[in-house]
T-cell receptor
Framework: AQKVTQAQTEISVVEKEDVTLDCVYE???????LFWYKQPPSGELVFLIR??????QNEISGRYSWNFQKSTSSFNFTITASQVVDSAVYFC?????????????FGAGTILRVKS | SAVISQKPSRDICQRGTSLTIQCQVD?????MFWYRQQPGQSLTLIAT?????????ESGFVIDKFPISRPNLTFSTLTVSNMSPEDSSIYLC???????????FGPGTRLLVL
């Protein structure tokens, strides 16, 4: 069965610090996708990134970067120079491919608090 | 990208009653999904709704409790029936716009059952 583990329940940092959110996944599929979503206090779920299993290139988008390593089944997310607006719950998710629509399996989420 | 809206945004309901949540997308999509997020918890898929067919429910969720309609390619409803306080959650719809598996979420409906 698919499983996503986000071992860090809550992280607190001071503004401008770098922070890494860990994500470890389990799957028997040879082809799969991984995602990161952000849920700010307002509650909506914001899509951040998608990574296909065959694409192990790391990605950088502004202050955000992602490190995908199939060898360790990890897909970690780093925020550089954190800001107060980064405070949110961050979810890592794994897609389970099915014929009638992919199911997203979410990790428990990591609460990130950035203090000024 | 598309605009996904949900109604109501929040509601407070009495136990034993039912609430229907609407999800509207401004473009046609094949797959629509309904998730539940219990307080302080992660998201769990309730069901997948395809236009023109019965919704497919995940283990632990049944049609009598969560009936779903999908009358066209831009709209779906989820009903939470015979509610109890345990149904207090955020209910989110999502759509796969690209057919590549990336799901985009509506703003959610915050439900409190007293």
């Amino acid at each position: 069965a698919q499983k996503v583990t986000q071992a860090q329940t809550e992280i607190s940092v001071v503004e401008k610090e770098d922070v890494t959110l860990d994500c470890v996944y389990e799957t028997r599929d040879t082809t799969y996708c991984l995602f990161w979503y952000k849920q700010p206090p307002s509650g909506e779920l914001v899509f951040l990134i998608r990574r296909n299993s065959f694409d192990e290139q790391n990605e950088i988008s502004g202050r955000y970067s992602w490190n995908f390593q199939k060898s360790t089944s990890s897909f970690n997310f780093t925020i550089t120079a954190s800001q107060v607006v980064d405070s949110a719950v961050y979810f890592c998710a794994l897609s389970e491919a099915r014929g009638y629509g992919n199911k997203l399996v979410f990790g428990a989420g990591t609460i990130l608090r950035v203090k000024s | 990208s598309a605009v996904i809206s949900q109604k109501p945004s929040r509601d407070i309901c009495q136990r034993g009653t039912s609430l229907t949540i609407q999800c509207q997308v401004d473009s046609q999509v094949t797959m629509m999904f309904w998730y539940r997020q219990q307080p302080g918890q992660s998201l769990t898929l309730i069901a997948t709704a395809n236009q023109g067919s019965e919704a497919t429910y995940e283990s632990g969720f049944v049609i009598d409790k969560f009936p779903i309609s999908r009358p066209n390619l831009t709209f779906s409803t989820l009903t939470v029936s015979n509610m109890s306080p345990e149904d207090s959650s955020i209910y989110l719809c999502s759509v796969d716009l690209s057919r590549e598996g990336t799901q985009y979420f509506g703003p959610g409906t915050r439900l409190l059952v007293l």
